[in-house]
């Protein structure tokens, strides 16, 4: 009896001491093996937190919300904590829909993103870029697996970011993103991620997220009466929208008056012989029909269909939101007042090594376009490019829209600019 009793007793000895020297603990070798696994499950996942990029001049913190279906549908909303303005990015049957709802506004894309453009807050991006690294760094801090890998994302300032996850789940828990020499650009906190989450069928539809977005949390399972209520702020945003076709135009008006300013003329001069037609595509775009998408499926380049219908008053001046960064051996040229449409914009422009100029407007009109153009990850927005040789990149943020258009810069010259607009205020 005695001598079993020893043998118990070494026996757990023998194994603390295992325990103690890693024996029996996951490599990483193996939590790449389980987070492969977990990626081609592809179940769905919906997440809180804050993002805070340190890409301005001043620290901007975002509350995030992430959701993900099985259809591989998303739904990102973006919230600036500061200013309690609220953008969402929506993948849906239909394409992708980036909206500002608090102006009534939505830009379409026909194009496969996120699976082209990785993104910090998203567990497809985040799980690919530790198994894609070979050269991946490894450790453990308390209840977290931390992987330091090469960070994979449209904007080439960002090269390295360090990824916890829950050690039981898998779970992110916190991302930081690095730039060359090692400064932290964006950082992300995760306070909630929930795998296999349910939502009801209208939970990514673009209707359902421009009536509500004024809730704190948009809800994954509807009351009766919600139900009801959503119905009719859907029936009454489809009037609204198909009102909107029969006005048509609005907008291409702006871009022909755009395109006599600078370089803008050689842009906007193209735009401006497809008015006919963009509001014809656009008109069938908003019945439901698929004749136009089945025309822009055979185009190389993404397409957005952009919607506003922002409630028509009384111009607003516009204070002039100057970028902090610019580029090498470029000064400023001048600073102009102009007027698109019935609205005022400034217009600054910039020439030395690059010539460009930016436009920036806070739109009242209702307008309805359809264009082509790429999408552009600005971090705290989404932007649209277009053009070839005369390039223009259109974002929106805090109500002012930006157009930065050029001949000879540089993408992420571009990038670089627009990024440095955010969280500035007009003077």
Not at 158 to 177: C, D, E, F, M
Not at 244 to 262: E, R, V, Y
Not at 358 to 384: C, F, H, M, N, W
Request: charged share 20%; hydrophobic share 35%.
């Amino acid at each position: 009896m005695r001598r079993v009793t020893w043998m118990i007793a070494i026996m757990m000895c023998l194994a603390v001491v295992l325990a103690g020297c890693g024996i029996g603990k996951k490599d990483a070798g193996s939590i790449v093996k389980d987070l492969d696994h977990v990626i081609s499950k592809s179940g769905s996942y919906q997440a809180s937190g804050s993002m805070i990029l340190h890409t301005g001049q001043q620290p901007q913190e975002y509350q995030v919300e992430v959701a993900f279906s099985p259809d591989h549908f998303y739904r990102i909303s973006l919230t600036n904590a500061q200013k309690d303005v609220t953008q969402i990015v929506l993948r849906n049957e239909e394409g992708v829909f980036v909206l500002t709802p608090h102006l009534k506004k939505s830009f379409r894309f026909q194009s496969d993103w996120p699976e082209n453009q990785g993104q910090v807050y998203l567990f497809q991006s985040l799980a690919k870029s530790i198994v894609a690294d070979k050269e991946r760094q490894f450790t453990t801090e308390n209840d977290a697996y931390v992987f330091d890998v090469a960070a994979n994302y449209q904007n080439e300032m960002l090269s390295r970011q360090k990824i916890w996850l829950n050690k039981k789940t898998l779970a992110p828990t916190q991302v930081k993103v690095s730039d060359a020499n090692q400064n932290v650009m964006v950082q992300v906190n995760f306070t909630k991620f929930e795998f296999d989450a349910k939502f009801d069928k209208d939970y990514f539809q673009m209707e359902r997220n421009m009536t509500s977005w004024n809730m704190q949390t948009l809800p994954t399972t509807a009351g009766v009466n919600a139900s009801d209520t959503d119905h009719n702020a859907t029936n009454s945003k489809s009037l609204t929208d198909k009102n909107l076709s029969a006005t048509g135009g609005q907008s291409d008006q702006i871009a022909g008056q755009t395109g006599k300013i600078g370089q803008d003329q050689s842009s906007a001069g193209t735009k401006s012989t497809t008015d006919s037609k963009q509001a014809a595509n656009t008109k069938s775009v908003t019945d439901g029909k698929q004749a136009t998408d089945t025309k822009l499926a055979t185009d190389s380049k993404p397409t957005i269909d952009i919607k506003s219908n922002s409630a028509a008053s009384k111009p607003q001046n516009i204070g002039i939101i100057e970028p902090s960064y610019l580029p090498k051996d470029v000064v400023k040229q001048d600073i102009t007042d102009m007027k698109l449409g019935e609205d005022p914009a400034v217009l600054l422009r910039y020439k030395g090594k690059y010539n460009y100029s930016l436009i920036e407007v806070r739109p009242q009109a209702k307008a309805v376009s359809l264009q082509p153009g790429t999408i552009v990850d600005l971090g705290y927005t989404l932007a649209v490019l277009t053009g070839d040789e005369k390039k223009t990149l259109t974002w929106t943020n805090d109500g002012v829209e930006f157009r930065l258009s050029t001949g000879d810069l540089p993408t992420i010259e571009m990038m670089k600019i627009a990024m440095t607009t955010q969280g500035q205020s007009g003077k």
